[in-house]
């Protein structure tokens, strides 16, 4: 006798507008959006989506270069930081919305005196550069 097929979940995106609560194993009994929607994309936000483009798109260092150009405080706060002696280290720097001006922490990770991730950060705990 053959099994029957479970049917494949798809997986919801990751922002949307829509208010769909489900029920989840967390918060308990409570019933959640798990789908916020998306965050405002500043002027530099949107110039680097346009650059890196789709997952597995190619991004060439002439165009990332262009665009650090187009925002030298960008380019000026990761020079700061790639001149920390340390080659391995996270810490948090403020960061201003370009669009808004609202401040905000922003945590990078530098490894072998590379930049490999920048992020904000709600609940920063990591020392500020």
Not at 14 to 41: K, S, W, Y
Not at 51 to 62: E, F, H, L
Not at 77 to 99: E, G, L, S, Y
């Amino acid at each position: 006798m053959e099994k029957p097929r479970r049917r494949k979940k798809q997986l919801p995106p990751f922002f949307d507008h829509l208010d769909n609560p489900e029920l989840h194993h967390f918060p308990r009994g409570e019933e959640v959006d798990g789908t916020p929607p998306p965050p405002h994309l500043a002027l530099f936000d949107r110039g680097v989506l346009k650059v890196c483009g789709t997952i597995g798109s190619r991004v060439y260092a002439a165009d990332f270069q262009a665009l650090l150009s187009a925002y030298p405080q960008v380019l000026k706060r990761i020079q700061a930081f790639k001149t920390q002696k340390q080659a391995n280290t996270v810490c948090t720097f403020p960061v201003v919305d370009a669009d808004s001006g609202q401040k905000y922490p922003a945590v990078f990770v530098k490894k072998d005196d590379a930049i490999v991730t920048c992020y904000p950060d709600a609940t920063p705990t990591d020392p500020y550069c």
